[in-house]
């Protein structure tokens, strides 16, 4: 089995109109690649990927990219809904300056995401704590 059975059921069963999967064979383990062509926006690729951390909880990383510019915060929000859920809190990594000396790797940006942390207990506001602790 090539996916962990909590991840392949985090897989879109219908995508949104304009997006493709790409074939499992062009991407690594435990990843699915998506792309949307340019009919309702402009081109973007991505390869979602999960994994466990040492303490048992799930991640979902979706690694964003297009070939002319990097992604917006638009192309995120419908990265999120589309895989990671509408309401889940999602963080954007944006690497040090410089860190990236490869032109083209300059234009990924991850979007992650813990499926077991819930930020805010229901009867709290969002609103009530401006730090989020994630261990």
Not at 15 to 33: D, M
Not at 81 to 104: N, Q, R, S, V
């Amino acid at each position: 089995m090539r996916h962990t059975r909590w991840f392949r059921d985090r897989r879109p069963r219908i995508l949104a109109s304009g997006w493709f999967e790409v074939e499992e064979k062009y991407c690594p383990p435990n990843a699915f690649g998506y792309m949307r062509l340019g009919l309702l926006g402009p081109n973007l690729n991505v390869m979602v990927s999960g994994h466990m951390d040492e303490s048992g909880k799930r991640w979902l990383n979706a690694s964003c990219t297009a070939y002319d510019r990097r992604p917006t915060l638009e192309d995120f929000e419908e990265v999120r809904d589309i895989f990671m859920g509408e309401h889940t809190l999602a963080l954007i990594y944006l690497p040090p300056k410089g860190e990236t000396t490869d032109p083209a790797q300059a234009k990924v940006l991850t979007l992650s995401c813990c499926l077991d942390i819930q930020p805010f207990a229901e009867e709290e506001e969002a609103s009530s704590s401006p730090i989020i602790t994630l261990n």
